[in-house]
C-alpha cells in the first residue's frame, strides 16, 4: 500500500507526509550534546549537534541532514577537566567557532521547525542515547537564554539507550551499534557529530525492524473504527508554531 496516498493531508499545510503519522504528529530528532560535566544547570554546554531523521514512501526511515554548533560557555560556567578530557574540547581554543548559546540554539531550532512544518508535524521530540542528559542540557540552556520558542517537547523524548537495551541487549552506544551490525569508530566517538549520527543510524535500524508491529497496530486500531480525540493538553500538544512576523 501507498502509505502516502493513504494518509490525510493535513489542514495546515496541505502535506500528507508519512512522518506525520508514524510518531503520533511528532517529528524525531536526534540531539547530542557535549559538555563540560553532568549538573545541567552548573556545567557548560559545549557542543550541540542535531540530526533530522526521514520517513520515505515505503516507510523506511533513514539519516537526515545533520546540523553542529560549538557553543560557548556561559557565564560562570562550570568545566570539569576529566569531562574535557573525555570529549577533547579546548573551551578557549582561539580557532574554535563558538557561538553563544542563544545564537547556536536559535539556529539549530530554526532548522528543526522548518523541518516541522515541512512534515505536516505538530513539534519535534528529542532522540538521543540516554536522552534524559541531551534534553536536560538543552532546556537549562534555552531557560538560560530566554528562548520563548523551543520546537522541542518539553520533557518527551525517545531513549535509544532503552530502545537498544530492548532489542539487541546492549545499552553502550558503541556496543548497541555494533550489535546492530553497523561499524563503530572509537576515535571518533565524544564529537557531537559522530555520537548523534550513530545515534540516528542506530534509531532507524530499532524502527526499521520494529516496522511489522508497527503496520499491524495500525491496522488493528483501523479495525476499531473512529476513535474519540485525545483530550488536548497545551503543555504537551501545543498548537503549531507560526513564523514571527
Given amino acids: 500500500m501507498n502509505q502516502r496516498a493513504s494518509n490525510p493531508a493535513d489542514p495546515r499545510t496541505g502535506t500528507n507526509s508519512p512522518m506525520r503519522e508514524r510518531f503520533r504528529g511528532f517529528l524525531p530528532v536526534v540531539v547530542d550534546c557535549e559538555t563540560g560535566g553532568f549538573n545541567a544547570q552548573t556545567d557548560a ?6 540530526v533530522l531523521l526521514e520517513l520515505g ?10 546540523w553542529r554548533f560549538h557553543v560557548q560557555p556561559f557565564e560562570g560556567a562550570r568545566m570539569d577537566p576529566a569531562s574535557l578530557a573525555i570529549n577533547g574540547i579546548d573551551p578557549y581554543h582561539p580557532l574554535r567557532p563558538a557561538l553563544p548559546e542563544r545564537d547556536a540554539l536559535g539556529r539549530l531550532f530554526k532548522e528543526v521547525r522548518t523541518a516541522v512544518k515541512d512534515t505536516g508535524c505538530t513539534r519535534a521530540i528529542l532522540v538521543g542515547h540516554n536522552a534524559a542528559f541531551d534534553l536536560g542540557f538543552l532546556n537549562a540552556a534555552v531557560a538560560r ?3 520563548k520558542r523551543n520546537p522541542f517537547h518539553p ?3 525517545f531513549d535509544t539507550a532503552t530502545l537498544a537495551g530492548v532489542a539487541f541487549g546492549q545499552t553502550v ?12 569508530e ?3 566517538a565524544h564529537s557531537a557529530v559522530y555520537d ?3 545515534t540516528a543510524d542506530l534509531f532507524c535500524e530499532i524502527c526499521n525492524q520494529f516496522r511489522p508491529i508497527y503496520e499491524t497496530s495500525r491496522a488493528r486500531l483501523a479495525a476499531l473504527g473512529p476513535l474519540a480525540p485525545e483530550p488536548g493538553n497545551p503543555l504537551v500538544d501545543p498548537a503549531p508554531e507560526v513564523e514571527e512576523g
Avoid at 554546554?45 to 542535531?50: H, K, M, N, S
Fill in 155 to 157: 520533557f518527551s523524548c
Fill in 186 to 188: 572509537a576515535d571518533s
Fill in 57 to 66: 514512501e515505503d516507510g523506511v526511515l533513514k539519516r537526515g541532514a545533520t
Fill in 196 to 198: 548523534a549520527e550513530r
Fill in 45 to 50: 554546554l559545549l557542543e550541540i549537534a542535531g
Fill in 145 to 147: 537564554s530566554g528562548i
Fill in 173 to 184: 552506544l558503541s556496543r548497541a551499534v555494533m550489535a546492530s551490525g553497523m561499524r563503530w
